[in-house]
């Protein structure tokens, strides 16, 4: 097993650019015809509105604090995707776009979720674009990558129930060897992004510690106890010619120590991730290792 954790550097910035990024990726959806009033980053918009007027006591209920935090969370996801995919023509994504603006904006239950599904798959293309690779969001993956010679086929997949992960990822990989298979080429490869946040955090729980970097630390020890309890069932889900899978947690939450007099209450959101790999060759083996830390260090804005 050749287990990767991608590097992370913690990015500060004010809430205020956070704000005004979040609004005007909301105005770059309704510039393509995919916000309304009803959808659920106009319900983000207002949480984040009404307690920037009503601080603090918008945040003495659980509920809303939990709910200010998960609309921060979303609006950071929508700011990375807004960044990234703008640069290539919307018209390529926009069916997956209007998928993302819907579903419930509180959910807590784990069940079917296809917005957030789309958001995750968007997300990844994100990710390469942001790395500096070439994306096609058109095909018949869910993204299609260049990294020097190599095109790779990226299967992503959201999963919510520890009993599904393996199951899916089976499923990404078998996707992934008919388009390989079809493909013939020497150099085209496979790799599977899943995210596994409500697998590794079922409650949801908002988390709050000291420091942002023990946010950090636990998503990736986190990520590191999945990856070596189920190193035997993941060998079997590596085909021919792929590359691996890229585990994905966010962890989110405040960062505030209660113990510091000065210390004042700061949001985090942490997008760990590391990239599990098993039998790889000489040549796969640099691919992944040259492509991993242009996959993170990704900043929101």
Request: charged share 25%; proline share 3%.
């Amino acid at each position: 097993m050749l287990k990767l954790n991608l590097p992370a550097q913690i990015y500060i910035e004010e809430g205020s650019k956070i704000e005004a990024a979040f609004i005007e990726a909301c105005e770059w959806l309704k510039s393509l015809g995919v916000f309304t009033a009803s959808n659920r980053f106009a319900t983000y918009m207002k949480v984040l509105h009404d307690f920037k007027s009503a601080e603090p006591d918008s945040l003495q209920s659980d509920e809303g604090f939990k709910n200010y935090i998960i609309a921060l969370t979303e609006a950071s996801d929508l700011i990375r995707i807004r960044k990234w995919m703008e640069r290539i023509d919307s018209a390529t994504y926009l069916q997956q776009l209007k998928k993302v603006t819907s579903g419930t904006p509180f959910k807590s239950k784990i069940g079917a979720d296809p917005s957030r599904d789309f958001a995750f798959e968007l997300s990844i293309s994100a990710r390469f674009i942001a790395a500096g690779y070439p994306v096609d969001v058109t095909s018949i993956a869910d993204t299609i990558t260049w990294v020097g010679k190599h095109k790779i086929y990226v299967e992503s997949k959201r999963v919510q129930s520890a009993s599904k992960v393996l199951k899916r990822i089976g499923q990404a990989r078998d996707q992934l060897g008919i388009r390989l298979k079809a493909d013939a080429s020497s150099k085209s490869r496979g790799l599977i992004a899943c995210k596994i946040t409500d697998v590794l955090n079922p409650g949801l729980q908002i988390a709050i510690y000291p420091h942002a970097m023990d946010f950090r630390h636990v998503s990736e020890n986190a990520l590191q106890k999945y990856v070596q309890n189920n190193d035997d069932q993941l060998k079997l889900c590596i085909g021919k010619k792929q590359l691996g899978v890229l585990f994905e947690n966010s962890l989110h939450g405040l960062a505030y120590n209660e113990m510091d007099p000065t210390s004042e209450p700061a949001f985090v959101n942490c997008r760990g991730a590391v990239l599990y790999q098993h039998g790889l060759g000489t040549e796969d083996e640099s691919l992944v290792i040259e492509m991993a830390p242009n996959l993170s260090n990704q900043n929101v804005i």
